[in-house]
């Protein structure tokens, strides 16, 4: 464990309080709880995956919410035997990537190795700092590749995002390298998956993987942060995005097991098909799939160094550019067709389907049009505030009929695929004018069109002012998206701009209507959630038959200086899904679980039916590469130790 940081200056808001990196690991600990544990959970784990810097010695540094080492956050719910009671087990882990072994074994290093997102759009930063910041972290790269390292740094990834399952593997995701496996339930580190197979697993690899071969290969194996498992094919959908043309390439992983339900799965595995189309490098976060359909998104949020030479931030939002939004048949991506629409940001999508048609003369049926429900920003507000950063002033205006207050809703999109010339958007409103993110929903409906979708909001009058500060959840949000849809193409409301419900928080939580479509869980005061997860109940009939899982902090642990203290614990609270108004059973930790981003749940079936490990990764043991007491390796090691602390 490292010591202590000391502080120079008041600590960033999401180095602060429950946003706080936590150092201590905890191998798989027996929790106590109240209420009752429900049978549903027996023999799986819920898991969080989110951003834990361990270099965390200067508190005044620049530092954003996706920065930081990926730490596995899981409580498993073992069950001794058939009918025994279930034992909830708590357990965190660093992700051992390389550059977080790097940084441990490194004896001077203060600060993360990787440059802050909160740098990268600052736009206040200037060309030099950011040109130091990206020189150090290759320095520091070249550095651990040579004589006197005890890791050296292969990709670049911290896999600090999201996590799911995928053919007999637990995968920990992010933007920056391909997928990391681990293992379950004690959530060691296997090695990085490359598509074909994983490090530390003994199969023969046939084919190179995600990125192919070649000097662009590093970055066209960078894989987004939310792939989508197919939950009848059980195929891996997922998109590369880079710097370099065509900008974005797409994958898809076929499973090995026989898992599939589908005779027409791709017989084939798919690397890096490029995408057309698409003109400059963006930020590309998530994306949607459907049965038979994948839709990119080419949103004006740029995500280019080559912004550097035109004077502008290596982050840039544009609004008065168009949003873009690619659609393709799944195992087609050159067919691609773009729709085009006013500006927006969208980091991540709920769920996405297929409406089909059949043809009256031979009876077949077609796909008429392709639907989406996003969380749609007006805005890139919350890349700058999640850096705790103002966001830029437009150097150019925006049109007023379309200008809109600064909002982030469930929003409904339906793309006509009916005429082979005209790309036109149908609908595209919000579902409700509640603040709307995290969204999540029954795994076993996604790819189709399900009934519910559960996400976080926030209490305030309005998503501008929770971007006002750290943003942090206290109300949980059930959404009947089928009744809202309806009631939206029966009375449409405004396209772009409108909302089918136009209610807020407060007069949702008082309606008082058995049947509303929207229902809240208001967390208690001074309680705050993360990222709920949906659990299905075994002998469930609806679709929102099941439970919540979250992670929740009562911030009445905070000291007065606005940090925990050391003693503060958090608590993993099930909650009927059905209802969203009873905590079945709350699991209390042995600490707190730091505000984070995206979770999952692995049912008892994905936990014993993980594929063989050959070896686990592993904190070095043994001193570093340097064995050679040779007048050279000596000088170089006396030059070594005057740069270290200089790049630290």
């Not at 998104?297 to 502008?312: T, Y």
């Not at 994905?606 to 050679?628: F, W």
Request: hydrophobic letters at 35%; glycine letters at 6%; proline letters at 8%.
């Amino acid at each position: 464990m490292r010591p202590k940081p000391k502080q120079h200056k008041p600590p960033h808001p999401y180095l602060s309080g429950n946003f706080a990196p936590i150092q201590r690991v905890v191998p798989l600990t027996p929790c106590s709880y109240t209420g009752t544990i429900p049978n549903d959970l027996a023999g799986g784990e819920y898991v969080r995956n989110g951003g834990n810097p361990v270099a965390n010695d200067s508190l005044g540094r620049d530092a954003h919410w996706f920065d930081g080492d990926g730490m596995l956050t899981g409580v498993s719910f073992r069950r001794s035997h058939e009918k025994g009671a279930i034992q909830p087990e708590f357990v965190n882990q660093y992700i051992l990537t390389d550059v977080f072994l790097s940084t441990i074994t490194s004896t001077s290093i203060e600060t993360p190795i990787l440059p802050s997102i909160a740098t990268l759009v600052n736009p206040l930063s200037s060309l030099v700092t950011i040109t130091l910041r990206i020189l150090r972290t290759l320095l520091l790269v070249l550095l651990s590749h040579l004589p006197g390292s005890k890791q050296s740094i292969k990709k670049i990834s911290v896999a600090n995002t999201a996590i799911l399952y995928h053919d007999g593997r637990a995968l920990a995701t992010c933007e920056s390298g391909p997928p990391m496996r681990v293992a379950l339930p004690a959530l060691e580190t296997v090695g990085w998956f490359n598509g074909e197979k994983c490090e530390g697993e003994s199969a023969a690899v046939a084919r190179s993987g995600f990125g192919g071969k070649g000097p662009l290969s590093f970055f066209r194996e960078w894989t987004t942060a939310h792939p989508r498992v197919d939950p009848e094919s059980k195929e891996l959908l997922l998109f590369h995005s880079t710097f370099v043309p065509p900008y974005v390439h797409y994958s898809i992983v076929t499973p090995t097991s026989k898992e599939s339900s589908l005779s027409h799965v791709a017989s084939e595995t798919l690397f890096n098909a490029p995408i057309p189309g698409i003109q400059s490098a963006k930020m590309m976060h998530d994306f949607g799939v459907s049965k038979a359909h994948s839709i990119i998104m080419d949103l004006p949020l740029s995500l280019d160094p080559l912004n550097l030479a035109k004077n502008k931030p290596v982050v840039a939002y544009d609004p008065t550019s168009r949003a873009r939004f690619g659609i393709f048949p799944r195992y087609q991506p050159e067919k691609a067709r773009w729709f085009e629409t006013r500006a927006c940001c969208i980091f991540h999508t709920a769920n996405s389907w297929d409406t089909l048609s059949t043809d009256l003369t031979s009876g077949e049926q077609r796909v008429e049009s392709v639907n989406m429900l996003a969380c749609r920003l007006t805005s890139a507000s919350l890349v700058f505030s999640a850096g705790a950063l103002a966001a830029p002033v437009p150097t150019t205006s925006v049109p007023d009929h379309e200008r809109e207050e600064e909002q982030c809703r469930l929003y409904y999109y339906n793309f006509s695929l009916d005429s082979d010339k005209k790309n036109a958007i149908r609908h595209q409103w919000a579902l409700s004018a509640i603040p709307f993110e995290f969204p999540s929903l029954r795994d076993s409906v996604s790819m189709s069109a399900a009934r519910y979708i559960y996400g976080c909001s926030v209490s305030d009058a309005s998503f501008g002012a929770a971007l006002g500060r750290a943003v942090k959840m206290d109300a949980l949000v059930k959404m009947d998206v089928g009744t809202l849809i309806a009631r939206g193409k029966s009375n449409p409301p405004t396209s772009i701009s409108g909302c089918v419900d136009s209610r807020d928080v407060s007069k949702i939580m008082n309606s008082g209507e058995v049947n509303d479509p929207i229902k809240i869980f208001k967390m208690p005061e001074g309680w705050y959630a993360q990222e709920s997860r949906f659990v299905p109940r075994q002998d469930g009939i609806n679709e929102d038959d099941g439970w919540l899982l979250s992670y929740v902090f009562d911030e009445s642990q905070l000291q007065e200086d606005g940090e925990c203290r050391p003693d503060a614990k958090s608590e993993l609270w099930i909650i009927d899904a059905k209802s969203m108004a009873k905590v079945v059973a709350k699991v209390h930790l042995p600490q707190r679980v730091p505000y984070g981003l995206h979770g999952n749940w692995f049912s008892r079936e994905d936990v014993q039916n993980q594929r063989p490990i050959e070896r686990l990764r592993s904190l070095p043991t043994k001193a570093g590469k340097m064995q050679d007491a040779s007048p050279v390796s000596q000088a170089w090691m006396s030059v070594r130790r005057m740069i270290e602390p200089f790049l630290a």
